[in-house]
């Protein structure tokens, strides 16, 4: 069981967030070329390893967040995003709580 | 043609001499010598993969070949499906696809001279809501029109198929009726390994079996170390040296992104687990192959009387492999729901593969910017039953530089071209 971290609600168990993805920057639909509007929409890093993606607590708070998780270990951490103190905080070894 | 190494031939004369002489079999396959320098390097050693390898050499005649695996061969998502074979897919391109798939499985153990003792045994694909059965009734159209055998048939029919299921109209989800599909069926999935690697082995592919792939190296192109689109591929690092080669084949499934970025190659694909179990062997009372979108399960009993269970695929994004409490609770509860004589059976042990998913969930096949890197990635949930054919199909493309006309819509530009087949008739989606 993975124990998801909400910015409002505490720990809870993923079954009951809803999981939105790898993140990335949406480029400026003004500006995009239609190759890296085509890339944000499809293509996708998928790395073995630390990855930033989206979360929504669609059964309890309704915030979106974001969070690094270590895809082959489990890890979590805070992301580097602006408003956190301290950057890359770790959250969870991966270990069964 | 190339003339196949004298492989030992399985037959009943061979079984009943050696039984008498006490002679024993000789070893399936070689370990072969590590090589520098192969006309193809296919990367990944499961069904894919080695099929690859396998029709490379007996279609075209390319027999300086070789398959890395990080594991032994197998142990990836070959041995974890739950070894159902079928091709009563939605598009039009999916259904001819795996259409071909099948034939190949039909005539496999004669081909390989192995048996792999696949069972024809009928699929069930249940309808428990209105909308599902329109679905059920346009796909039954769409195999119909392709020459697929595959028709709707009502809950008595379904009852009479499979008495062990609950089609009354009591339970949450009841039964209102189902695709019925008797060409599909199971097939031993490690036996169509060795098959393929035992043929492929015979006429001189190298098996190299705990080889990891480090590094695809690569020349000319824009990003860094000459990778990336407008190059070429000039060969692989693996954890046991460096090998050269012109054509490099990306037959992994869990690893295709991370293999893929090594050449500088960025793929629509993230991996989830899909989890399965199974139980203790009972009696076979199970005459087919019953799957369920709305439920998300499907269920087979072996010939050793083990039921298997699947699931669709679970919604994070990760490369590990272990297995959910709330898997086997969800699956015990819906399973329950379609056959309620079952509840006292026991689950042995429950595991999970890695499913790459696509957006659409179709495939992507052929060769990718960078020149001589080919991809056979993105199978999400149905990679075994595909394995033949885009072996068949994949070697065909490497051999002859050209995208055969039954991948061509399952190409990496797509994407790019806006031209999904979004194949609707997979084990994930939900109907």
């Not at chain 2, 195999?143 to 198929?161: F, T």
Request: one cysteine or more.
């Amino acid at each position: 069981m993975l124990l998801v971290p909400c910015p409002v609600c505490g720990p809870k168990n993923a079954a009951e967030l809803t999981y939105r993805g790898e993140t990335h920057s949406r480029p400026d639909p003004n500006q995009a070329t239609p190759e890296e509007w085509r890339s944000y929409l499809y293509l996708r890093d998928n790395p073995a390893g630390w990855l930033r993606e989206g979360w929504f607590c669609s059964s309890g708070c309704r915030t979106f967040f974001t969070l690094e998780r270590n895809t082959t270990t489990g890890e979590l951490r805070e992301p580097l995003l602006p408003g956190n103190k301290v950057a890359g905080r770790p959250i969870s070894d991966g270990t069964e709580p | 043609m190339i003339k196949q190494r004298r492989a030992a031939k399985y037959s009943l004369g061979g079984l009943i001499r050696r039984g008498f002489s006490k002679e024993s079999w000789p070893r399936v396959w070689r370990e072969p010598e590590f090589g520098s320098h192969y006309d193809v390097v296919i990367i990944g050693g499961g069904v894919h993969g080695l099929a690859t390898a396998y029709y490379l050499a007996a279609n075209h005649g390319i027999t300086n070949v070789a398959v890395l695996e990080k594991g032994y061969l197998g142990s990836g998502g070959s041995g974890r499906n739950t070894a159902i074979v079928r091709s009563n897919y939605l598009t039009p391109e999916g259904v001819a696809f795996y259409d071909r798939s099948l034939t190949l499985y039909n005539s496999m153990a004669r081909d390989l001279n192995l048996n792999v003792m696949f069972s024809e045994r009928g699929h069930l694909t249940l309808a428990h809501t209105d909308s599902a059965l329109r679905t059920m009734h346009w796909r039954a159209e769409v195999n119909k029109l392709q020459g697929i055998n595959s028709s709707v048939i009502d809950p008595a029919e379904v009852k009479r198929l499979t008495p062990s299921l609950d089609v009354s109209e009591n339970v949450r989800y009841p039964i209102l009726g189902a695709l019925y599909h008797p060409p599909g069926g199971t097939i031993r999935h490690d036996a169509v390994v060795w098959g393929y690697a035992r043929a492929a082995d015979a006429y001189g592919v190298d098996l190299h079996q705990k080889t990891e792939v480090l590094d695809v190296l690569c020349t000319g192109g824009d990003g860094p170390e000459g990778k990336g689109p407008g190059g070429r591929v000039v060969g692989v690092r693996t954890s046991r040296g460096d090998i050269s080669a012109p054509l490099v084949v990306n037959c992994t499934a869990g690893w295709a992104s991370t293999i893929a970025s090594m050449a500088g190659v960025r793929l629509p694909i993230t991996t989830h687990p899909l989890q399965a179990a199974v139980t203790e062997p009972v009696k076979v009372f199970l005459p087919t192959v019953v799957v369920s979108g709305s439920l998300h399960v499907y269920v087979s009993q072996t010939d050793r009387g083990e039921l298997v269970f699947g699931a669709s695929v679970d919604p994070m994004a990760t490369y590990q492999m272990g297995g959910t409490l709330e898997f086997t609770e969800e699956l015990a509860s819906h399973v329950l729901e379609l056959m309620p004589g079952i509840g006292r059976m026991r689950l042995l042990r429950q595991w999970a593969g890695l499913c790459d998913m696509t957006p659409d969930y179709s495939p992507v096949m052929g060769p990718t910017p960078v020149e001589g890197f080919h991809v056979d990635v993105g199978w999400g949930t149905y990679g075994f039953k595909a394995g033949p054919v885009s072996g068949e199909q994949m070697a065909a493309c490497v051999a002859n530089g050209r995208v055969p006309e039954l991948i061509a819509p399952f190409g990496l530009e797509r994407f790019s071209r806006g031209d999904l087949v979004g194949e609707k008739g997979a084990a994930a989606v939900g109907h």
